[in-house]
T-cell receptor, first 112, second 115 residues
Framework: QKEVEQNSGPLSVPEGAIASLNCTYSDRGSQSFFWYRQYSGKSPELIMSIYSNGDKEDGRFTAQLNKASQYVSLLIRDSQPSDSATYLCAGGGNTGFQKLVFGTGTRLLVSP | GAVVSQHPSWVICKSGTSVKIECRSLDFQATTMFWYRQFPKQSLMLMATSNEGSKATYEQGVEKDKFLINHASLTLSTLTVTSAHPEDSSFYIC???????????FGSGTRLTVV
């Protein structure tokens, strides 16, 4: 069974610190990986996508992918209280026809 | 971008009745739409994959006769919860990939409460 594993948290960091969120996946055939942020009672919103080994940066967010270790991470620099949410890691194929497999999510709490 | 419009955002229905949830891709064609359910403090659970013009593919344990999915056009997919019961109360979310988005775009979700 294809699985994506995340630590449920909560991960608590002070405002301004770097938050590091991690994810491992079991399906070596996964080609694309996504990080979503979900606020309580809302639907997920896409933060980052990553397809190749290495780092991908977008503003305060950096996604890292290591296919050999089957490991994906998300770094949030200069964390803000508004970043407090549940972060979902997901893995999928190359096309929109292929379903995503989601982890259970990591709850992040950023304290002022 | 890629926008998926989902309606209604919330609905309360009596036990035994049916509820229809609509998802529309507004600025792209969604050949495939995914339907999820999320219970409080739990992650997303994929219920089914909806393909335009063909029957939906249901995940193991999801009753296809209870959760009817219709994907009649490239921009509209519907989920009907038939004979709803209180245990069907949940947050239902649709998702599709397309447009200018690199990832899968989610609808805003439907909070279903069955009383």
């Amino acid at each position: 069974q294809k699985e994506v594993e995340q630590n449920s948290g909560p991960l608590s960091v002070p405002e301004g610190a770097i938050a590091s969120l991690n994810c491992t996946y079991s399906d070596r055939g996964s080609q694309s990986f996504f990080w979503y942020r979900q606020y309580s009672g809302k639907s997920p919103e896409l933060i980052m996508s990553i397809y190749s080994n290495g780092d991908k940066e977008d503003g305060r967010f950096t996604a890292q992918l290591n296919k050999a270790s089957q490991y994906v991470s998300l770094l949030i620099r200069d964390s803000q209280p508004s970043d407090s949410a549940t972060y979902l890691c997901a893995g999928g194929g190359n096309t929109g026809f292929q379903k995503l497999v989601f982890g259970t999510g990591t709850r992040l709490l950023v304290s002022p | 971008g890629a926008v998926v419009s989902q309606h209604p955002s919330w609905v309360i229905c009596k036990s035994g009745t049916s509820v229809k949830i609509e998802c529309r891709s507004l600025d792209f064609q969604a050949t495939t739409m995914f339907w999820y359910r999320q219970f409080p403090k739990q992650s997303l659970m994929l219920m089914a994959t909806s393909n335009e013009g063909s029957k939906a593919t249901y995940e193991q344990g999801v009753e296809k006769d209870k959760f009817l999915i219709n994907h009649a056009s490239l921009t509209l997919s519907t989920l009907t919860v038939t004979s709803a019961h209180p245990e069907d109360s949940s947050f239902y979310i649709c998702s599709a990939r397309g447009g200018n988005s690199e990832g899968y775009t989610f609808g805003s979700g439907t909070r279903l409460t069955v009383v």
